[in-house]
């Protein structure tokens, strides 16, 4: 797992570092030479190259990398932009430094005539909108197309949350410090950094007791799933019931069922309307099958078919007339299994805030933005606006694990802990890919049962992999979310 931090957080951890005894210039050093390495393996054109600073440390950094170019035979000019009356302690130093070079401070910035621009203008502090030249300078940036590197964070991108604070720099390439910030990760930030390199120069690990911590997770991660039990059999890798598909949908049970089938269970058992029962038995004959007509007596069978279960997912397309309704309530009065709310469950409970009270199990939760909108009465501007704070709420009043599903999907769970999604493609953008995810989510808590481990959080991890994976064999537009069943791996 990767340690993301806010803006606030970084700072800390830099002042913590220096206090340490690491000056800060070290440390400026240490970030011009990053840079400079990422510039040179990604094979950028620095025969021609315009530095833009601010008045802050960024900008610092970005003349020591104007030095580093220049002292490898690279032509290197500065465009000083701000007060020099506001300058930073380290860049005077810096600038009295580059003084010593063959360098050009340009007056008029064009940026059609240089090869690679090298941003440096505000670092992960900045909290106010850009304006004035600053504004004008970043307009001409992105219009010209020349290729652009962010030093940090790209200018006018918030390190909290993502926003764009009246404008940002759209670069090709942003080379960030030791960990990952928040808003590079969040709303607006994936497409303002381009291609995000996080690079080691030797900030002091973050520790802060009162902080659950936001985290990203990696390949490696998943690699610390226990491995399957040779000597094992379908009840030890666990039975899931999969309540899902009224009359008039069997797709979103196939699905969700299918792909919990594939994190590697035992045993699936699906609890769904008889009109269901002949295309499930013909499309996952691997599955038991419970079906129910319109009488209410049909739900009896739900309570020996939780007891027969180790976990439980719930709502993909059950519906929410009058009968889904008594289902969903009739399940949270017999349930203490782990759980998956997914779908047609979260609507019903948004129309029925009373029922969380009923919720006495760990519980998941999965909803969409337009779900989480009628969850939480916010609208779904607000919660894009800041999904690490909605899902956290959320979860924390209700004790659940909130899986927020958007381009950037986050999971929090009830302590705070948070984990922003990194996988993924827009091939998951397709109807059904939520029933896979559900399924997928329930699949691994049944499978891994009794781990210290955010099972959530992987399965949306996994879940974005199959959709890559997918997108590379089909290609974005023509994947499907049948077609995500042969990468769950």
Known sequence: MIRVL??????????????????????????????????????????????????????ADGVAIARLLIEEGDNADLYLLGDEARYSPEMKQQLEIIANYDVFTVKRFNPEEYTLIIDALFGTGLKREISGDYEKTI?????????????????????????????????????????PKQGQLIVNGPAVCGDLFVENIGIFPYADPDDSGC??????????????????????????????????????????????????IGMVKIFSSRENRTALSVRIPEA???????????????ESDLEWADAVLIGPGIGTDDFSKELLKRFLKLNSKPAVLDADALNIMAASPDLWESIKFDCTITPHIGEMSRLTGLSPEQIKADPLKAAGSVSAEHKV?????DHVTVTVYP????????????????????????????????RYRGTNLPLAAMAVYRHGIAGEQAAEEYGSEAATSADLLDYIN
Request: hydrophobic share 40%; glycine share 12%; proline share 2%.
């Open 288 to 302: 038991l099958i419970t079906s129910y007509g319109e009488n209410t007596s049909d739900l009896e069978k739900l």
């Open 139 to 179: 307009e001409k940036v992105n219009q010209s197309g020349t290729p652009v590197v962010s030093v940090d964070i790209p200018s006018g991108l918030s390190g909290d949350t993502g926003e764009i604070l009246g404008t940002a720099v759209f670069a090709d390439i942003t080379v960030t410090f030791q960990y």
């Open 415 to 446: 302590s705070g802990l948070a984990f922003i999604n990194t996988s993924g493609c827009s091939a998951l953008a397709s109807a059904g890919s939520g029933d896979v995810l559900a399924g997928m989510t329930a699949g691994m808590i049944t």
């Open 215 to 264: 985290f990203i997770l990696t390949e490696e991660d998943l690699e610390t799933l226990p491995a399957r039990d040779e000597a094992g059999n379908k009840g030890t890798f666990g039975k899931l019931l999969v309540i899902a598909g009224n009359s008039e949908i069997c797709g979103a049970a196939y699905l969700s069922a299918a792909a919990a089938l594939s994190t590697g």
């Open 6 to 59: 806010t803006s606030g957080a970084m700072s800390a951890a830099d002042k913590n570092t220096i206090a340490g005894g690491i000056p800060s210039l070290v440390l400026m050093e240490r970030a011009a030479l990053s840079v400079l390495k990422v510039i040179r393996e990604c094979e950028l054109d620095t025969s021609n190259v315009c530095v833009l600073c601010g008045t802050g440390n960024n900008a």
């Open 401 to 405: 694990v909130c899986i927020l599903k």
